[in-house]
């Protein structure tokens, strides 16, 4: 049982075409009987008609998504016929017309009268017809729909992914359209192939009918056949089995090219030639005009040419009285001068919260294997794990008013990051800034500002033996956006946000939530400690310990940047294992005691309304300080820190912000008391006593 469950029994239509074309294949070398030979090319007759017509029926190219295959296996057919019946002329042509079947016997006399100069004469016009005029200009059209097909798959799948990050998509309508998008590629990329099968039945048709003429008088005269007997006889048969065979390819030819040029009006082609050819009133009346004016002039057949424009303008009245009629019938309705409603001006004001606009030279990183697209899923993968916010669906489009290589990153609709790619380079990184001078383009690395150059792909491993780390565009694109993304991670979570990260939590944890908010705090509160946590890229993904410590810090303060400081203080583990280095010990830049009082009496005086600000001369010396210990950092691989006494931690993070951003800020609270500290230098340590804030 379990067997026959497996392997289900085959149904006759699974067996039909296998066993079909072993027998095809088997034509060619099995003799078959005039009265068979006649019923298989009635087949290939008829198979020809119903697949050329099939063409004419068809809405869109892909409902006929079996046209390749069908052209091989009618292809396949009319050789392995063209073999049988070469066979037969060939073995019994001296016994008379009648040797290979009545079908080819018909075509030899009735079809072209019995003259034989007239059936090959119509045999090679027929040949020039298919081979020249409809197989080339249809494999041609099946070359360019093939290549534009492919070339047109990455901006097709950027629509797809753009409307399934909007919304309009669901997963499965995305999944749904993207394999549409595939078989069609496939489908254009099979007719590309299936053209060329078209051309070469064209030459072997030639080829095969010029076989039998000479092999047949070779072999009539052999049998002892007079030499114009012989002629004529193997002639008709001759002409008659390329007749036979060349039907049915004119009309695969035909067909091949009515699905390769089929439009996008999703009409049958019969329906879209009348709409659009006899549409415009005024080209049949001037059609209709100048036909019978021509039948009115002396030697011209007046009686065609006079009833050819009778019948257009007979039939374009008719046309015109049923589209007045179709109009009349339609009931009435006011015109309504109101705004269209609400729905497009809702669609005006949507605004995409994160946007990644490229130029046209970059579509093609958007591609059916989506490089750039898997990159930013797994971009938001790693910063919800890193920063514990759901980062939005990036908005991936293409923007023609950017320059080529050219992409641009906004947040809410405003830029915040651009950078351009040169196109068929790649982006050699010296990492140390020491690596040895390479060919190619220098520029600098658009996500931390190291020196950089474009080089050639083929310039690659010489560049990482060099030192250089080499990446690709779409890496570049990624790395400068998740970078963005985690610098202004607190502008990307509101109170929606939020609200969805505690509804998560208090399916673990309802009653803590429930106890913190709104009991102790409100959701505006809660939002304003994680973005300040978030503005330093201090994860908040252990929302619990958050929530903990806001339960029980709220008791002491309900201010918002206090609640930040004694939040910090609560999550001196988390912060400890970010900054500490592979020594497990604290790498950090020092305040001198100097630079300490100094800072304490501008916040006093600032408290005081007496001033405050601090020299320029000194936020100067800072600024170089700091930015020379940057180096000390890279060469022991440290993060770049300044630890500060709590009550100063903010102000010295005001004032890092803004001069020497790559500092992050901490107290000696949030390290760990058993953690070790080295101090990598001291800052304001030249200072003079007599340096104080700027009075007012």
Not at 342 to 352: I, K, M, T
Not at 505 to 511: G, T, Y
Not at 586 to 600: D, F, I, M
Not at 627 to 638: R, T
Request: charged fraction near 20%.
């Amino acid at each position: 049982m379990e067997s026959a469950k497996s392997n289900p029994p085959v149904s006759l239509s699974e067996l039909t075409v296998p066993l079909g074309i072993i027998g095809i294949v088997l034509m060619m070398v099995l003799p078959l009987p005039a009265a068979l030979l006649d019923v298989l090319l009635t087949f290939s007759i008829a198979l020809a008609i119903g697949i050329f017509l099939t063409a004419l029926f068809i809405e869109d190219a892909l409902e006929f998504s079996a046209f390749p295959s069908m052209v091989l296996v009618a292809t396949l057919l009319r050789l392995s016929l063209n073999v049988a019946s070469t066979r037969l002329i060939l073995l019994n042509g001296p016994t008379g017309g009648a040797a290979a079947g009545k079908m080819i016997e018909a075509f030899g006399h009735f079809v072209v009268g019995g003259e034989i100069v007239v059936g090959l004469v119509v045999f090679l016009i027929l040949v020039v017809i298919n081979f020249v005029v409809i197989t080339k200009g249809a494999g041609r059209i099946a070359e360019v729909a093939a290549r534009f097909t492919l070339d047109a798959m990455p901006g097709k799948q950027m629509a797809i992914d753009a409307d399934l990050s909007a919304g309009v998509l669901d997963n499965a309508e995305a999944t749904e359209r993207r394999e549409a998008l595939q078989k069609e590629a496939d489908f254009y990329g099979a007719m590309d192939g299936a053209s060329k099968f078209v051309q070469g039945d064209a030459v072997a048709g030639l080829l095969i009918t010029a076989i039998n003429l000479v092999g047949g008088l070779i072999l009539g005269i052999a049998a002892g056949m007079e030499v114009g007997v012989a002629a004529e006889t193997f002639s008709v048969l001759s002409v008659g089995d390329a007749l036979v065979s060349q039907i049915p390819a004119l009309l695969i030819s035909s067909a091949s090219g009515v699905v390769v040029t089929r439009s996008a009006s999703g009409e049958q082609i019969g329906e879209t030639l009348v709409s659009q050819l006899l549409a415009r009133r005024r080209a049949v009346q001037l059609t209709a005009g100048i036909i019978g004016f021509m039948g009115l002039m002396p030697g011209m057949p007046a009686i065609p040419m006079v009833g050819m424009a009778a019948s257009l303008l007979l039939f374009e009245r008719s046309r015109r009285k049923r589209a007045d009629k179709g109009t009349s019938d339609l009931p009435s309705t006011e015109v309504d001068d109101s705004p269209k409603g609400p729905v497009d001006v809702d669609q005006a004001l949507h605004l995409e919260v994160l946007t990644l606009e490229l130029g046209y030279e970059l579509v093609s990183l958007v591609d059916s294997t989506g490089s750039l697209l898997d990159r930013v899923a797994a971009l938001r993968r790693e910063i919800a794990k890193e920063l514990g916010i759901i980062v939005p669906p990036v908005h991936v489009c293409d923007n023609l008013e950017l320059a080529p290589g050219t992409y641009r990153i906004l947040l809410n609709g405003t830029p915040i990051g651009d950078a351009n790619c040169a196109a068929g380079r790649l982006l050699a990184i010296d990492p140390g800034g020491h690596a040895p001078p390479l060919e190619g383009d220098a520029t600098t690395e658009p996500t931390f500002g190291m020196p950089a150059r474009w080089i050639l792909p083929r310039d690659r491993e010489m560049a990482e033996a060099l030192g250089y780390t080499v990446v690709d565009h779409s890496t570049v694109i990624a790395t400068h956006l998740g970078e963005l993304v985690r610098s202004q991670a607190h502008r990307l979570l509101g109170r929606q946000e939020v609200q969805h990260l505690l509804d998560v939590l208090a399916q673990k944890s309802p009653k803590l939530v429930d106890d913190v908010v709104p009991s102790l705090l409100s959701l505006g509160d809660v939002l304003r400690v994680m973005r300040n946590l978030l503005r330093e890229r201090i994860s908040v993904r252990d929302l619990r310990s958050l929530m903990e410590s806001l339960a029980d810090l709220s008791e002491q303060t309900k201010d918002s940047e206090q609640l930040t400081e004694l939040v910090r203080e609560r999550l001196a583990p988390q912060i400890t294992a970010t900054v500490k280095g592979e020594d497990h010990a604290v790498a950090a830049l020092a305040l001198s005691p100097n630079l300490e009082r100094v800072l304490r009496q501008s916040l006093k005086d600032i408290a005081n309304g007496t001033g405050g600000a601090l020299e320029p001369r000194l936020l100067q010396a800072l600024s170089e300080q700091a930015e020379q210990a940057l180096a000390k950092f890279g060469v022991i691989g440290a993060v770049p820190l300044v630890i500060a006494p709590p009550d100063l931690r903010r102000y010295v993070r005001a004032i890092f912000e803004h001069k020497v951003s790559q500092y992050a800020v901490v107290s000696f609270r949030e390290i760990e008391p058993n953690v070790g500290l080295k101090v990598v230098d001291t800052l304001g340590k030249e200072m003079g006593p007599a340096l104080s804030p700027q009075g007012v």
